[in-house]
């Protein structure tokens, strides 16, 4: 299948609910923070790997959609992989990197999406991957809130003997509705091969990643709004920002917001019922 040939732009809305959106190791693991503002941060990094996680679970870890950066794999491992493949080997060796790259890029789906240094074994070259996203930030100040939490069972010996319980923290967000921006390249997207399948993959993921990574400590998140700009050109239509600018939101409560119900998100000045919008330009 070929390459995209059409440059999108994207708006994306998600909320958290009593939860941590994106642990800040820096701070004991407190929801990240904006020290200036209190908006709440999280990381583009944090957003790719619940996609990751997405298409590891829908996929199966099987070519063309394995990823590159999970848990527990060794990197170094998977590009020397490369380096083994038959039509690799045979090249010259001023070759073999170039070819060890479209390699990774043709079996790993996030490799080929949103790029990987991969120069740190047998040397794959480094990828700059189509998909690129921005912070996210919460459109609202939030609040951390710091929760003592107990534990009556212990894990050693020596702690069982201490007798009663040990305590804990734990941190949640009692609400906050998150936006981030994102971009396609598909002249990027041209030098990796990412295709159709990948980006309706890509799509399909940012709606329901949210769904299959539940835990206590993240509480409710949910998908709210994905707005997306289709270009008709590779080089594009109109700038980003002008596009981002397109799509608004407006607080209804004048209290604290609680609940996704608080807000309504605009496009062009206008409500819209869909989760997820193809704006053709």
């Not at 209804?252 to 496009?267: C, K, N």
């Amino acid at each position: 299948m070929e390459p995209i040939n059409n440059r999108y732009d994207f708006v994306f809305y998600f909320d958290v609910k009593d939860g941590n959106p994106n642990g800040d190791p820096d701070a004991g693991n407190l929801p990240r923070i904006d020290a200036e503002t209190a908006n709440g941060l999280v990381t583009d990094v944090c957003i790719k790997r619940k996609v990751r996680n997405y298409v590891l679970m829908t996929k199966e870890e099987k070519a063309p959609f394995n990823i590159f950066i999970k848990e527990k794999a060794v990197l170094n491992n998977l590009i020397d992989e490369a380096h083994e493949d038959e039509e690799v080997s045979k090249k010259e060796k001023g070759d073999k990197t170039e070819a060890a790259r479209m390699w990774m890029c043709k079996n790993y789906y996030d490799v080929r999406t949103f790029g990987a240094v991969m120069s740190t074994g047998k040397n794959a070259g480094q990828v700059r991957g189509p998909i690129q996203l921005t912070f996210a930030r919460s459109v609202d100040q939030i609040v951390a809130l710091e929760h003592s939490i107990t534990r009556v069972a212990k894990t050693t010996e020596e702690r069982s003997e201490t007798g009663g319980s040990e305590m804990g923290r734990k941190y949640t967000v009692p609400y906050g509705l998150y936006r981030t921006h994102g971009f396609i390249s598909a002249h990027l997207a041209n030098q990796t091969g990412f295709n159709e399948d990948d980006l309706q993959l890509f799509w399909d993921a940012m709606q329901n990643m949210f769904d299959h990574d539940h835990s206590a400590a993240r509480g409710m998140m949910n998908t709210r709004k994905l707005v997306v700009f289709k270009h008709k050109t590779a080089l594009g239509n109109q700038l980003a920002h002008e596009l981002f600018a397109r799509v608004t939101h407006k607080k209804l409560t004048d209290t604290p917001a609680r609940d996704y119900s608080d807000y309504e998100i605009y496009l062009d000045g206008k409500t819209f019922p869909e989760i997820f919008k193809m704006v053709e330009l």
